[in-house]
């Protein structure tokens, strides 16, 4: 269980997370939508401690952070460190002996490659991989699809389904709505620093459907194509 009680967050005088409350329980995936800037991936990181926020954020794990598993949009790596260190380096940090990272390198990455020179979807198959090896209880994807091909998204999703089904706990954002669809057992949408509509699975797409309407409405007519 991860619980959210009253969580604010501020830049200056930009109210960026306002009073959020929120409950997430094991054995399901969460999604997380809003516009950009909506404060996605400020809700992400003040969960996994990496931003200050008034409010309490407490988990049925002891030290939270210690047990998750952060995936950001454009994943951080050294310069000078190849894909078997990375896995070798969060592996680590957990404590945890991995001597099969080849065997369990699904994605057929150059692991003696360094991650530094990766295309953005090999750095963001490498992160994801670094995280699942490391034995983490809460997941935290934030749009873990984008920039990844094809193969690799239907790989991903199996992966998100089997976290399910480990009873982990995954928090999930992606404008690529389908697959959310796919995924998620609630989409919760994120705006002006509130948590404004939570939908369950056979609600998705009158969601998709108010979305679609608020971003789009005129716009296309405006553009006057002919």
Same mark, same amino acid.
């Given at each position: 269980? $991860? ?14 997370? !306002? ?103 090999? !750095? !963001? !198959? ?32 199996? $992966? ?59 716009? $296309? ?6």
């Amino acid at each position: 269980m $991860i619980q959210i009680e009253k969580l604010s967050k501020s830049y200056g005088t930009n109210d960026v997370l !306002k009073q959020v409350s929120l409950r997430f329980e094991e054995g399901k995936v969460y999604g997380i939508v809003g516009e950009n800037g909506a404060g996605k991936t400020t809700f992400f990181r003040c969960i996994a401690e990496l931003e200050n926020y008034q409010g309490t954020i407490t988990s049925s794990k002891q030290q939270l952070k210690d047990h998750l598993g952060l995936l950001l949009t454009e994943p951080f790596f050294f310069s000078k460190i190849t894909g078997r260190e990375y896995i070798q380096l969060l592996c680590n940090a957990r404590s945890v002996s991995e001597t099969n990272i080849d065997e369990r390198n699904i994605f057929d990455l150059p692991l003696d490659q360094y991650a530094s020179t990766y295309s953005t979807g090999m !750095k !963001k !198959k490498l992160a994801i991989t670094g995280l699942l090896l490391q034995g983490n209880s809460y997941f935290i994807l934030d749009e873990p699809f984008n920039g990844v091909d094809i193969q690799s998204n239907m790989i991903i999703t199996e $992966i998100i389904l089997k976290l399910k089904s480990l009873n982990k706990i995954v928090l999930i954002s992606s404008h690529i709505f389908s697959t959310l669809k796919d995924t998620c057992d609630e989409i919760h949408l994120l705006k002006n620093g509130q948590f404004e509509t939570a939908v369950q699975k056979g609600q998705f797409h009158e969601l998709e459907a108010a979305m679609k309407d608020v971003s789009i409405g005129n716009k $296309i007519d405006q553009l006057g194509l002919h």
